[in-house]
């Protein structure tokens, strides 16, 4: 049981540049989600998905789009990196309902957009 | 709009001492409440949950309870360690899909 992977670890991108973050679960969890990190500011959500062909936005979704054709799978693609895209990705999934159900997170993808 | 507030942003106690962090947040309206920690350049772990029916959930040394009327949930940890030493982030889940709002965190120094 792999939980939440996500590729790739680190990136570099110039100014322009447009890239595809992978993001894939096997918990078989309806919901999933794209948030960045940056310093002091917490977690802000960019997109979230709550089934195959279902997404939506969150709290930040310019400069990024997704899609969810699969139940496992939720890439978020950078359609022309910006300088201010520069943060940490994470990818997280559960279940949705009113049920005690957690979130899960992947490691992470550290971006930095010269 | 929910709002996640985590005070202090920074703490530093001496080893053996117990730790509380503090979260609150603006719209009582939540499903649950859960808190994560996060080391240095790594992902999130979750550590606790806490159900919008539940008072309280301890897990070893860990502690969190949940005053949804209040708007605040406290994390106790007993007898620090230096590998208590991390961020801690409390979010709370504002819809029945899986939506979480964050706070910003509380970073902790456990000093031998």
């Known amino acids: 049981n792999a939980g939440v992977t996500q590729t790739p670890k680190f990136q570099v991108l110039k100014t322009g540049q447009s890239m595809t973050l992978q993001c894939a679960q096997d918990?078989?969890?309806?919901?999933m989600s794209w948030y960045r990190q940056d310093p002091g500011m917490g977690l802000r959500l960019i997109h979230y998905?709550?089934?195959?062909?279902?997404?939506d936005q969150g709290e930040v979704p310019n400069g990024y789009n997704v899609s969810r054709s699969t139940t496992e799978d939720f890439p978020l693609r950078l359609l022309s990196a910006a300088p201010s895209q520069t943060s940490v990705y994470f990818c997280a999934s559960s279940y949705s309902g009113e049920g005690a159900y957690e979130q899960y997170f992947g490691p992470g993808t550290r971006l930095t957009v010269t | 709009k929910q709002e996640v507030t985590q005070i202090p942003a920074a703490l530093s106690v001496p080893e053996g001492e117990n730790l509380v962090l503090n979260c609150s947040f603006t719209?009582?309206?939540?499903?649950?409440l859960q808190w994560f920690r996060q080391d240095p350049g790594k992902g999130l772990t979750s550590l606790l949950l806490i159900q919008s029916s539940q008072r309280e959930q301890t897990s070893g040394r860990l502690n969190a309870s949940l005053d949804k009327s209040s708007g605040r949930s406290t994390l106790y940890i007993a007898a620090s360690q230096p590998g208590d030493s991390a961020t801690y982030l409390c979010?709370?889940?504002?819809?029945?899909?899986?939506?979480?709002?964050f706070g910003a965190g509380t970073q902790v120094v456990v000093t031998p």
């Open positions: 998905s709550v089934g195959a062909g279902i997404t």
């Open positions: 719209d009582s309206a939540i499903y649950n």
């Open positions: 979010a709370v889940r504002t819809d029945s899909w899986g939506k979480l709002q």
């Open positions: 918990m078989n969890h309806e919901y």
